[in-house]
């Protein structure tokens, strides 16, 4: 190194410092930004980050302020911090398909789907059924229901459960 230029020696040394942080550190910082992304190829990312960072502020290690793997997890942790807000910050982007066209649905499918509900609902007793009216239906809190129908709010809560499984087990057959 005393043949070289102090340019070409200095990168060499930032060269070393980084590779010796990555085989001292690395597997820990990569563990821990994989447990924290659940992305191994976004931790890979993340960790890349962290040691140009290392490499940009190499002061930073040295400092005597705690460890150097303290100082590298915590860069880890900062910067998945400023990932997730940042995604967060701007809307999800929605691919065009401008080769999508509206298209209107045939209803028959509906009309049937209201006949086979509509038909289950006949089956039940008229007093699951009235729940069930209030409930889904009109929207009506078990608060409300049991007011309108003049039955305690437990019983409108034990007739909608057993409402609703006679009606899956009716769709069933």
């Known amino acids: 190194m005393a043949g070289l230029r102090p340019d070409r020696r200095q990168n060499v040394a930032d060269e070393a410092l980084i590779r010796s942080l990555y085989?001292?550190?690395?597997?820990?910082?990569?563990?821990?930004?994989?447990?924290l992304t659940r992305d191994r190829a976004i931790a890979e990312d993340?960790?890349?980050?962290?040691?140009?960072?290392?490499?940009?502020?190499?002061?930073?290690?040295?400092?005597?302020k705690g460890?150097?793997?303290?100082?590298l997890l915590t860069v880890v942790r900062n910067l998945i911090?400023?990932?997730v807000r940042a995604r967060m910050a701007r809307p999800p982007e929605v691919p065009e398909n401008p080769t999508d066209v509206a298209?209107?649905?045939?209803?028959?499918?509906?009309?049937?789907?209201?006949?086979?509900?509509?038909d289950a609902?006949?089956?039940?007793?008229?007093?699951?059924?009235?729940?069930?009216?209030q409930v889904y239906?009109?929207?009506?809190?078990?608060?409300?229901?049991?007011?309108?129908?003049g039955i305690p709010p437990g019983t409108v809560k034990s007739r909608s459960y057993y409402a609703l499984r006679a009606l899956r087990d009716i769709?069933?057959?």
């Open 121 to 133: 609902l006949n089956r039940l007793s008229q007093e699951h059924r009235e729940v069930l009216e």
């Open 23 to 35: 085989e001292e550190h690395g597997r820990a910082m990569l563990a821990y930004a994989t447990q």
């Open 81 to 83: 911090t400023d990932t």
């Open 137 to 149: 239906l009109l929207g009506s809190t078990v608060a409300e229901a049991a007011k309108a129908l």
């Open 171 to 173: 769709a069933a057959h």
């Open 67 to 71: 460890s150097v793997r303290g100082w």
């Open 103 to 118: 298209v209107e649905r045939d209803h028959a499918d509906q009309v049937v789907n209201s006949m086979v509900v509509v």
């Open 46 to 64: 993340i960790v890349q980050e962290a040691l140009v960072r290392a490499w940009r502020h190499p002061d930073s290690l040295v400092n005597g």
